[in-house]
């Protein structure tokens, strides 16, 4: 009965290749968003949907592309992943025009 | 330009004695100040929040303080337990939109 849920939880990957990252939530939020921690260990805003339509798109290079097939689920597509894309990811949701948001376990990506 | 600065990386605190984990932001127009905690190798844990109509909100052993004037925040934890040993985060959020996180102190609690 996990509350915001993500896979893989790990995954390791070479340069180039194109890779996705799923996340559920159960609390019934309308908002979820994606979260990238980097090596300095700043969490920072990638994305956020509200209801499947894209309400922040936090400068990030257009091979990320979020996809959100219901309000339930936020998938993330990276393509021809790069070195500096090495980090975990967290995806979170909220309720709609709540302030406090509810995270997943995070996917820690390796590109090699 | 970080709007949000925790300027300890980390704190070590006896076992039965408080925390004090502070947190210090630039813009006056923040309006909602949030705590989590994060384990390793797990999401950030919601703790507590507190409004900008507000200088404090207590829940149990932890408290949050605001300081608007000194933009200034800080979370207490009375008495402090092994078991609070984490990265603690504060973050701020305006009504709908991004967080926007400290860059974390980590908090050992020796028993």
């Known amino acids: 009965d996990t509350a915001v849920s993500q896979t893989p939880k790990y995954l390791v990957t070479q340069m180039g290749n194109d890779k996705s990252i799923k996340c559920e939530q159960n609390?019934?939020?309308?908002?979820m968003y994606w979260y990238k921690q980097d090596s300095k260990k700043f969490l920072k805003i990638m994305f956020s949907?509200?209801?499947?339509?894209?309400?922040i798109n936090e400068t990030v290079p257009n091979r990320f592309s979020p996809k959100s097939p219901d309000k339930a689920h936020l998938n993330l597509h990276i393509n021809s992943l790069e070195l500096g894309d090495s980090a975990v990811y967290f995806c979170?949701?909220?309720?709609?025009?709540?302030?406090?948001?509810?995270f997943g376990p995070g996917t820690r990506l390796t590109v090699t | 330009d970080q709007q949000v600065k925790q300027n300890s990386p980390s704190l070590s605190v006896q076992e039965g004695r408080i925390s004090i984990l502070n947190c210090d932001y630039t813009n006056s127009m923040f309006d909602y100040f949030l705590w989590y905690k994060k384990y390793p190798a797990e999401g950030p844990t919601f703790l507590i929040s507190?409004?900008?109509?507000?200088d404090k909100n207590e829940d149990g052993r932890f408290t949050v303080f605001l300081n608007k004037s000194a933009k200034h925040l800080s979370l207490h934890i009375v008495p402090s337990q092994p078991g609070d040993s984490a990265v603690y985060f504060c973050a701020v959020n305006r009504q709908g939109g991004k967080l926007i996180f400290g860059q974390g102190t980590e908090l050992s609690v020796k028993p």
């Open positions: 507190i409004s900008s109509i507000k």
């Open positions: 609390l019934g939020h309308d908002t």
């Open positions: 979170a949701s909220s309720a709609l025009m709540a302030y406090e948001q509810y």
């Open positions: 949907y509200n209801n499947k339509e894209l309400i």
